[in-house]
């Protein structure tokens, strides 16, 4: 898997635009706005040398890639503007921002890519919005150990090339990796599209430089692979979501440029066998970097209801690593499927599913066409997966206007001496929004 720094972020596309230059698009959000005096403003300025107040920064910053918000957009409006922005480029202007804050008692709502999809960087209560993407770069590579400390702003592309030239991935693979941070992975707890051989953020993090509310730094983790002593602060902070404080740096646990590939494609007669498969594989050791099952309905719309049975599942398989890796790995997948009554399916769904993986261009003019469009992750045990595929389904089903949902799980795994996996079911619909919808 490549960066593919152009090609990611158009087909990620753009938030729709907000009114015009000067402009203050309305909020929709109603909550009590806490203001920043002027003494407060010059203290900001003070610690900081980029803090800005223009409307468009303003608006901009009042957003993020919330499928209600974009909706909101359509409309001209954003969920909540802040009062002030400010964008450190140091650990040193973040500490004082946020001391400054602390100390007047303003709120403060960091952010990354704002590529978030729950509104977390929405400035619900104005204050000041720290964007964080100023802090950018690698600032230290051990290849030996294969740890990298990077600054939080740091963009997905930008940590791509950087690694690339040394040989390195992280194999954190998020679609919204061309408009997402480093910083924005762990507080989110992100998985990426290969995290069933690379891991979550979770597993990838070994450490980390934070900033608490009121400006003091602290670092959590980083002394090593393992810890006995106490409970994990570290893993406190990944997955917060700014609610605890900055994460200003992280240290990041890197592997060698993967030798060799392995692709495979299969066909399974129903949904539930593509999830045996997959539990047989994983359950066997195997863990293909990605092992991507489409139920029925996500098939025929990847592949094309030509290619696929109505009830038929496409499940598609990359991995990469050494050649012997992957070719005990290919003889486990085949095993499994042949298990599930499975059997090879069309190589070149796996360069489609390449070429496609973070294509989601349609969205934005699928909303401005007045469609609503939103995904929904849940994870559960494998034995409860099928069950809850199906109830998940009957449950959409139920709200009037829906078009279509569909699922397709993306098996996690807990890295130790015996992997056990997590499996995350992934529903997706959409539908027309009634009269006065969301
Ligand atoms: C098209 C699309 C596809 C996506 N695909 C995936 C995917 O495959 N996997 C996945 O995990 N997610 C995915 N997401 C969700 C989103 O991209 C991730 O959650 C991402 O990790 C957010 O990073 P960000 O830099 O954009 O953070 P933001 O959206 O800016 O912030 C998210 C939250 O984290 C907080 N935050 C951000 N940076 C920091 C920091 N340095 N310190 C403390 N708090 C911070 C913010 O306050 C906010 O609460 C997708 C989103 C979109 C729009």
């Given at each position: 898997?490549t960066?593919e720094?152009?090609?990611?972020?158009a087909?990620?596309?753009?938030?729709p635009?907000?009114g015009?230059?000067?402009?203050?698009?309305a909020e929709?959000?109603?909550?009590?706005?806490?203001p920043?005096?002027?003494?407060v403003?010059?203290?900001?300025a003070?610690?900081?040398?980029?803090?800005?107040?223009?409307?468009e920064a303003?608006?901009?910053?009042g957003?993020?890639?919330?499928?209600?918000?974009?909706?909101?957009?359509?409309?001209?409006l954003?969920p909540?503007?802040?009062?002030?922005?400010?964008?450190?480029?140091t650990?040193e202007?973040v500490?004082?921002?946020?001391?400054?804050?602390?100390d007047?008692?303003?709120?403060?709502?960091?952010?990354?890519g704002?590529?978030?999809v729950c509104?977390?960087?929405v400035?619900v209560f104005g204050?000041?919005?720290?964007d964080?993407?100023?802090?950018?770069?690698?600032?230290d590579?051990?290849?030996r150990s294969l740890?990298?400390e990077v600054?939080?702003g740091t963009?997905?592309?930008?940590?791509?090339e950087?690694?690339e030239?040394a040989g390195l991935?992280l194999?954190?693979?998020?679609q919204?990796?061309a408009?997402?941070?480093v910083g924005?992975?762990?507080a989110?707890?992100?998985?990426?599209?290969?995290?069933?051989?690379y891991?979550?953020?979770?597993?990838l993090?070994?450490?980390a430089?934070?900033v608490?509310?009121?400006?003091?730094?602290?670092r959590l983790?980083?002394?090593?692979?393992?810890?006995?002593?106490g409970?994990?602060?570290l893993q406190l902070?990944?997955g917060?979501?700014?609610?605890?404080g900055v994460l200003?740096s992280?240290?990041?646990?890197?592997r060698?440029?993967?030798?060799?590939?392995?692709?495979r494609?299969y066909?399974?007669?129903g949904f539930?066998?593509?999830?045996?498969a997959?539990r047989?594989?994983?359950?066997?050791?195997?863990?293909?970097a990605?092992?991507?099952?489409?139920?029925?309905?996500?098939?025929a719309?990847?592949?094309?209801?030509?290619?696929?049975?109505?009830?038929?599942?496409?499940l598609?398989?990359?991995d990469?690593a050494?050649?012997?890796?992957l070719?005990a790995t290919?003889?486990?997948?085949?095993?499994a499927v042949?298990?599930?009554g499975g059997?090879?399916?069309d190589?070149?769904?796996?360069?489609?599913?390449?070429?496609s993986?973070?294509d989601?261009?349609?969205?934005?003019p699928?909303v401005?066409a007045?469609?609503v469009v939103?995904?929904?992750e849940?994870a559960?045990?494998?034995?409860?997966l099928?069950?809850?595929?199906?109830?998940?389904?009957?449950?959409v089903a139920?709200v009037?206007?829906?078009?279509?949902?569909s699922a397709?799980?993306?098996p996690?795994?807990?890295p130790?001496?015996r992997?056990t996996?997590?499996?995350?079911g992934?529903p997706?619909?959409s539908?027309?929004?009634?009269?006065g919808?969301?």
């Amino acid at each position: 898997m490549t960066g593919e720094r152009g090609a990611a972020a158009a087909q990620v596309g753009q938030l729709p635009p907000l009114g015009g230059p000067g402009q203050l698009p309305a909020e929709r959000l109603v909550a009590p706005r806490v203001p920043v005096p002027g003494p407060v403003r010059r203290r900001l300025a003070e610690a900081c040398d980029q803090v800005d107040d223009a409307p468009e920064a303003r608006a901009e910053a009042g957003r993020d890639w919330w499928p209600l918000a974009v909706r909101w957009a359509v409309a001209g409006l954003v969920p909540a503007l802040p009062e002030v922005v400010a964008r450190p480029r140091t650990l040193e202007e973040v500490a004082g921002v946020m001391a400054v804050c602390h100390d007047a008692r303003v709120p403060l709502t960091p952010a990354g890519g704002r590529s978030g999809v729950c509104g977390g960087a929405v400035p619900v209560f104005g204050g000041v919005a720290l964007d964080l993407r100023g802090l950018q770069g690698v600032q230290d590579l051990d290849e030996r150990s294969l740890l990298a400390e990077v600054w939080a702003g740091t963009s997905g592309p930008d940590l791509v090339e950087a690694l690339e030239g040394a040989g390195l991935v992280l194999g954190h693979w998020p679609q919204s990796l061309a408009i997402s941070t480093v910083g924005g992975w762990a507080a989110c707890r992100g998985a990426g599209q290969a995290s069933t051989r690379y891991g979550t953020l979770a597993d990838l993090v070994r450490g980390a430089t934070v900033v608490l509310p009121d400006g003091r730094v602290s670092r959590l983790g980083g002394h090593g692979p393992r810890a006995a002593l106490g409970p994990d602060l570290l893993q406190l902070f990944v997955g917060s979501e700014g609610t605890l404080g900055v994460l200003a740096s992280l240290q990041l646990q890197l592997r060698p440029r993967p030798a060799a590939e392995l692709r495979r494609a299969y066909r399974l007669p129903g949904f539930a066998a593509g999830l045996e498969a997959c539990r047989l594989a994983l359950r066997a050791g195997a863990t293909p970097a990605v092992l991507r099952l489409y139920d029925p309905a996500e098939s025929a719309r990847h592949f094309g209801a030509e290619q696929v049975d109505p009830e038929e599942a496409c499940l598609v398989v990359l991995d990469e690593a050494e050649p012997a890796l992957l070719e005990a790995t290919a003889a486990l997948l085949d095993q499994a499927v042949g298990a599930a009554g499975g059997q090879p399916g069309d190589p070149a769904w796996v360069e489609h599913w390449l070429a496609s993986r973070n294509d989601v261009s349609a969205l934005v003019p699928l909303v401005q066409a007045g469609l609503v469009v939103d995904t929904v992750e849940v994870a559960a045990p494998w034995a409860a997966l099928p069950a809850l595929y199906q109830a998940a389904r009957d449950a959409v089903a139920t709200v009037p206007g829906t078009l279509v949902c569909s699922a397709h799980p993306r098996p996690t795994r807990t890295p130790g001496p015996r992997p056990t996996t997590r499996p995350a079911g992934k529903p997706s619909w959409s539908r027309p929004s009634g009269p006065g919808g969301p």
